[in-house]
C-alpha cells in the first residue's frame, strides 16, 4: 500500500448518505422496540374497522426512540390506509393552542387563517378530520403551554387515536381533570437501550450513513459506550457525525480512537462556553445552577438576585425555560403546601444538547 492511500482526497467523503445521521431520519427498520410499536398500532387498530381508537402515553428519557418509534409506524399506516390521516405536532415547536390549530390549518391545507381566533382554526380542523379518522401524535407533549386544543380534539373529533409522547413521569398526572378523564389512555413506556442495543442501532446507523470499513473498530466501540453511558442514542449519532468531521479534517479514509475523542473532548468542554447557544446571563444562571445542582427554582432566584442579577421573576422563569429547552437542566415538579415548585438541576450532558434533540 502507498502512503497516499489512507489519504482523503479534497472532493472525497467517508459518507455515502450524510441524510441517515439527521435526527429525524427514519431508518427501514427501528429494532428493539417490535413491542412499543405493536402498542402504538393496538391503538389505531380500531380505526381500520371504523371505530374510534385508543389512545397511548408514550413515556420515556431522552434519546430512546420514542419519536422514531411513532414515526415508523405513522410512515407505515400511511401506506395502508387513505382514511386515517396521521398528524404530528412537536409542541416544543408549537407550544400553545393557537400555535397548534395555526399548524392543524397547514397539514389540511386550509390557508384562511388570518384574523381567526384559536377556536375558530380548531373548528375548521375538525371539521376536516371528522370527514376521516386522524392519530396525533403530540411529541414533547409536556413543553405545551396550553392544553385546551387537547380537550377541544378529544372532544370534538369523532374517530381518533391521541399519542402523547413524553421525557416527564407525572406529566398524565398533572393533566387537567376534563382531560384525563376522556383520554383514559394506554401507557408505553421506553427504557433505556441496553449495551448490546446501543450498539445494535449505531450499527444500523453507520451501515446506513457510511461507506464500508470506514469505521475502524476501537473507535465505533468508543462511540457505543459513550451513548450507552449516557442511555441516549442521539449522542450516539452525534459523535458518529462528529468523528466523521475529525476524520475529514485531517484527511483520513478511516475514523480512529483519535477522531471519536476529538469529537467527544470538544462537546465535554464546559457547555457555558458555548456562546452561540446561550445568552449572558443564561450563562451566569447557569453557573449558580451547576454549584447547587438540585435546588428550588425560587431559591436559585434569591440567590441570582443577591448576586446582581437583572430582571424579576417572571424574566427568570423564561431564562430557566430557555436552559431546559437548550437540554442544560432537568426540571422536575414537588409538592410545596397547596401548590407545586420546580426543583432545578444540573444535567451533566454534552454541549447544546438541544442544537440536535430540537429538531424532534
Ligand atoms: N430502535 C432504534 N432504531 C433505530 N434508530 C433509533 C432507535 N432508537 C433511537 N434511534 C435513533 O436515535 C435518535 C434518538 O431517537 P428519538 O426517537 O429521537 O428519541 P426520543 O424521541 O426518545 O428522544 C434518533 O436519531 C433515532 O433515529
Ligand atoms: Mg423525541
Known amino acids: 500500500m502507498g502512503v497516499f492511500d489512507n489519504i482523503l482526497h479534497s472532493d472525497q467523503t467517508l459518507l455515502k448518505n450524510p441524510d ?11 429494532p428493539y422496540r417490535e413491542e412499543e410499536q405493536r402498542k402504538i398500532a393496538n391503538a389505531i387498530q380500531p ?105 377541544t380534539l378529544i372532544e370534538e373529533v369523532y374517530k381518533k ?19 384525563k378523564s376522556r383520554l383514559i389512555p394506554n401507557f408505553a413506556e421506553f427504557r433505556p437501550y441496553g449495551l448490546e442495543e446501543t450498539r445494535g442501532i449505531l450499527k444500523q446507523r453507520i451501515e446506513d450513513a457510511f461507506y464500508p470499513g470506514v469505521w475502524e473498530t476501537d473507535a465505533f466501540e468508543a462511540v457505543v459506550e459513550k451513548a450507552y453511558e449516557l442511555r441516549d442514542i442521539r449522542i450516539g449519532i452525534h459523535f458518529l457525525k462528529g468523528a466523521c468531521d475529525a476524520a475529514e479534517s ?30 449572558n446571563e443564561e450563562r451566569i444562571i447557569l453557573d449558580i445552577i451547576r454549584a447547587n445542582s438540585g435546588m428550588k427554582i425560587g431559591d436559585f432566584f434569591d440567590i441570582y438576585s443577591k448576586k446582581g442579577g437583572e430582571g424579576g421573576y417572571k424574566t427568570f422563569q423564561r431564562r430557566i425555560k430557555s436552559l431546559d429547552e437548550k437540554g442544560f437542566l432537568k426540571l422536575s415538579k414537588s409538592k410545596e403546601g397547596k401548590g407545586n415548585t420546580t426543583i432545578v438541576e444540573y444535567k451533566e450532558r454534552v454541549k447544546s444538547l438541544a442544537d440536535f434533540s430540537k429538531g424532534e
Not at 20 to 30: G, H, S
Not at 74 to 89: A, C, D, G, H, T
Open 20 to 30: 441517515a445521521l439527521d435526527f429525524d431520519f427514519i431508518p427501514k427498520i427501528v
Open 47 to 151: 380505526m381500520f374497522s371504523n371505530k374510534t381508537g385508543g389512545n397511548l402515553i408514550i413515556v420515556g428519557s431522552p434519546g430512546v426512540g420514542k419519536t422514531v418509534a411513532c414515526r415508523h409506524v405513522l410512515r407505515e399506516l400511511e401506506e395502508k390506509s387513505e382514511n386515517i390521516m396521521p398528524i404530528y405536532v412537536n409542541c416544543w415547536k408549537k407550544n400553545t393552542s393557537y400555535k397548534i390549530a395555526i399548524g392543524l390549518c397547514e397539514e389540511i391545507g386550509y390557508t384562511f387563517t388570518q384574523n381567526k381566533r384559536t377556536e375558530e382554526l380548531l373548528k375548521e380542523a375538525i371539521k376536516y378530520f371528522n370527514k376521516k379518522m386522524v392519530v396525533f401524535v403530540f411529541d414533547e407533549a409536556d413543553k405545551a403551554e396550553e392544553t385546551d386544543f387537547l380537550y
Open 161 to 179: 387515536s391521541v399519542l402523547l409522547i413524553t421525557n416527564s413521569d407525572t406529566f398524565f398526572e398533572e393533566l387537567d381533570d376534563r382531560i
Open 250 to 279: 485531517r484527511s483520513s479514509k478511516k475514523i480512529a480512537m483519535r477522531d471519536v475523542q476529538d469529537s467527544i473532548s470538544r462537546a465535554e468542554r464546559s457547555p457555558t462556553q458555548n456562546k452561540d447557544s446561550i445568552e
